[in-house]
């Protein structure tokens, strides 16, 4: 019995002390910020590794989620003799939840495990120490630019999905099932609204590319120096990030949508 | 690994389109290219029962938009729903006896507020009030009077 119950405060204490050196790292990053201003060209890098190289999945993805969900909604909507709603249905669903976290959900597969397994490899290899012994801050140096080019890479990234989803959408709607392409375009400007469903997307876009690439740069910083270790860490980049997009989105519907 | 050049570039090309699809949501998606808020001017008209319209919903002239409601309040006083309509500033020729009255988009779409001009030579300006306006129906209410006539009927 008191067996089971230290392993649970064990595995309690674990979580809050990983928290708190997250945390932390967190504030070593922004303090980073700064410096980072000063030297673009390290950003652009990271920008071009984060962002350009996940541009081609997400694209392709938006495209098929946006078609998928026009024929789908097609055959229910046409039950009701309502199809004269799907496009405001596609953008809406699009805006509102996928466009965001099936972005994030791929930018932590894509672009997250990327970032944990190149600074963990960093790690492995000592160029994180050997950066340290040359007096500069492998925090600053190397995390912060990633960091920071996650952070504007996933809300770009969502954009592009949600526009992508919504001219897919389109394509299956109006180019083979029928829809008539002014109705698509008007009821889609008449219910969608710019303030409720537009930026509370982006709201959301934000706050899981915050979240995911913070998770991915800790869990690179704080692998264990090996193989095994940067596996593991890997996968947990990826485990972690995706439940804490699902979870942080119900919390985020529940409070932007009344 | 690339040249800083082509890098630049690509990234470039990425943020781009980025904004371009943002752009592409803001004015074609959604209502933020069809919306004048600051253009228009505000006129009230008080309804008896409102049923169930909404702030934001059309305020439409023979079928054409020309404005939203800004606002719906409660006047104590006279039990009546105050309705505030927003109305697109280039619509400035609105006679002031005009007659508005809520309307269902739809058997079961969202009620508007529909205009029929009237014949007064002066027109609706900002802080004008509707006179004559017709309620929502509701549709117990409806069924209520159509029950009372069958009713009437049977007992002469």
């Given at each position: 019995m008191t067996e089971v119950l230290a392993r649970l405060g064990a595995g309690w204490i674990l979580a809050v002390r990983h928290l708190g050196r997250s945390l932390l790292l967190l504030l070593r990053i922004l303090e980073g910020v700064d410096e980072l201003l000063l030297r673009p060209r390290l950003l652009v890098e990271q920008l071009f590794s984060v962002g350009v190289l996940t541009v081609l999945i997400i694209a392709v993805s938006g495209l098929f989620v946006g078609m998928v969900l026009s024929l789908q909604g097609y055959y229910i909507l046409s039950q009701f003799a309502a199809e004269s709603a799907l496009g405001v249905m596609v953008a809406a669903s699009l805006l509102r939840e996928l466009g965001p976290v099936v972005t994030a959900l791929l930018f932590a597969g894509r672009a997250g495990s990327a970032l944990t397994a190149e600074i963990g490899l960093m790690k492995a290899t000592e160029q994180l120490s050997g950066l340290e012994m040359m007096a500069v801050d492998p925090v600053r140096r190397v995390l912060t630019p990633r960091f920071v080019a996650g952070f504007i890479a996933m809300p770009l990234l969502a954009a592009l999905f949600s526009a992508l989803g919504v001219l897919g959408g389109w394509f299956v709607?109006?180019?083979?099932?029928?829809?008539?392409d002014g109705t698509w375009w008007v009821q889609m400007q008449a219910r969608i609204d710019w303030n409720e469903d537009l930026s509370n997307g982006v709201i959301k876009s934000l706050v899981f590319g915050f979240v995911c690439t913070w998770i991915a740069v800790f869990q690179g910083y704080n692998s264990v120096p090996t193989s095994a270790g940067v596996s593991r860490a890997t996968t947990r980049t990826v485990v972690h990030s995706s439940l804490a997009v699902l979870g942080l989105d119900f919390v985020l519907t529940a409070l932007m949508f009344k | 690994m690339k040249t800083s050049k082509t890098v630049e570039i690509l990234v470039g090309a990425f943020v781009a389109a980025a904004l371009l699809a943002l752009f592409f949501l803001a004015?074609?998606?959604?209502n933020l290219g069809t919306?004048?808020?600051?253009?228009t001017f505000e006129v009230v008209a008080r309804f008896d029962n409102i049923g169930s319209l909404k702030v934001k919903a059309p305020v439409t002239m023979a079928g054409v938009e020309?404005?939203?409601?800004?606002s719906i309040g409660f006047d104590q006083e006279r039990y009546q729903a105050v309705v505030k309509l927003a109305i697109y500033?280039?619509?400035?020729?609105?006679?002031?006896?005009t007659f508005a009255k809520i309307l269902t988009a739809g058997l079961l779409g969202e009620q508007y507020v529909g205009l029929d001009p009237g014949g007064s030579d002066t027109f609706l300006e900002e802080g004008s009030e509707i006179e004559i306006t017709q309620s929502a129906m509701v549709l117990e209410e409806v069924i209520g009077q159509f029950i009372f006539g069958k009713a009437k009927e049977e007992k002469q």
């Amino acid at each position: 019995m008191t067996e089971v119950l230290a392993r649970l405060g064990a595995g309690w204490i674990l979580a809050v002390r990983h928290l708190g050196r997250s945390l932390l790292l967190l504030l070593r990053i922004l303090e980073g910020v700064d410096e980072l201003l000063l030297r673009p060209r390290l950003l652009v890098e990271q920008l071009f590794s984060v962002g350009v190289l996940t541009v081609l999945i997400i694209a392709v993805s938006g495209l098929f989620v946006g078609m998928v969900l026009s024929l789908q909604g097609y055959y229910i909507l046409s039950q009701f003799a309502a199809e004269s709603a799907l496009g405001v249905m596609v953008a809406a669903s699009l805006l509102r939840e996928l466009g965001p976290v099936v972005t994030a959900l791929l930018f932590a597969g894509r672009a997250g495990s990327a970032l944990t397994a190149e600074i963990g490899l960093m790690k492995a290899t000592e160029q994180l120490s050997g950066l340290e012994m040359m007096a500069v801050d492998p925090v600053r140096r190397v995390l912060t630019p990633r960091f920071v080019a996650g952070f504007i890479a996933m809300p770009l990234l969502a954009a592009l999905f949600s526009a992508l989803g919504v001219l897919g959408g389109w394509f299956v709607g109006v180019g083979l099932l029928g829809v008539d392409d002014g109705t698509w375009w008007v009821q889609m400007q008449a219910r969608i609204d710019w303030n409720e469903d537009l930026s509370n997307g982006v709201i959301k876009s934000l706050v899981f590319g915050f979240v995911c690439t913070w998770i991915a740069v800790f869990q690179g910083y704080n692998s264990v120096p090996t193989s095994a270790g940067v596996s593991r860490a890997t996968t947990r980049t990826v485990v972690h990030s995706s439940l804490a997009v699902l979870g942080l989105d119900f919390v985020l519907t529940a409070l932007m949508f009344k | 690994m690339k040249t800083s050049k082509t890098v630049e570039i690509l990234v470039g090309a990425f943020v781009a389109a980025a904004l371009l699809a943002l752009f592409f949501l803001a004015m074609k998606v959604s209502n933020l290219g069809t919306l004048d808020t600051s253009d228009t001017f505000e006129v009230v008209a008080r309804f008896d029962n409102i049923g169930s319209l909404k702030v934001k919903a059309p305020v439409t002239m023979a079928g054409v938009e020309v404005g939203r409601v800004s606002s719906i309040g409660f006047d104590q006083e006279r039990y009546q729903a105050v309705v505030k309509l927003a109305i697109y500033r280039r619509f400035d020729r609105i006679p002031d006896d005009t007659f508005a009255k809520i309307l269902t988009a739809g058997l079961l779409g969202e009620q508007y507020v529909g205009l029929d001009p009237g014949g007064s030579d002066t027109f609706l300006e900002e802080g004008s009030e509707i006179e004559i306006t017709q309620s929502a129906m509701v549709l117990e209410e409806v069924i209520g009077q159509f029950i009372f006539g069958k009713a009437k009927e049977e007992k002469q």
